[in-house]
Nanobody
Framework: QVQLVESGGGLVQAGGSLRLSCAASGSISSINVMGWYRQAPGKQRELVAS???????NYADSVKGRFTISRDNVKNTVYLQMNSLIPEDTAVYHC?????????WGQGTQVTVSS
């Protein structure tokens, strides 16, 4: 099994930055993809960014050029660096780890961007 612990959310003004962290433990070698999702009130959950075991990266169009997903294999941690934040980025952010058979989710961290 994989366990995920998220941190780094908070309140920031528009134009500011935050870095979210997702620390993985357990069966880390079984993870094929890790991603960051977000869900805002009244909206469906959407994929923000993902990184595969082979380091292939994808971003939602709405965050390209502003967000960066990265991985530290020593710390078993995936990061989401969020720059130039806008109020539309306000959401609960969850990280997820995908194996062949399972999906693990972090507990979620709130990101609020004020105008």
């Amino acid at each position: 099994q994989v366990q995920l612990v998220e941190s780094g959310g908070g309140l920031v003004q528009a134009g500011g930055s935050l870095r979210l962290s997702c620390a993985a433990s357990g069966s880390i070698s079984s993870i094929n993809v890790m991603g960051w999702y977000r869900q805002a009130p009244g909206k469906q959950r959407e994929l923000v960014a993902s990184i595969t075991k082979g380091s292939r990266i994808n971003y939602a169009d709405s965050v390209k050029g502003r967000f960066t997903i990265s991985r530290d294999n020593v710390k078993n941690t995936v990061y989401l660096q969020m720059n130039s934040l806008i109020p539309e980025d306000t959401a609960v952010y969850h990280c997820a780890a995908f194996t062949i058979a399972t999906t693990a989710w972090g507990q979620g961290t709130q990101v609020t961007v004020s105008s």
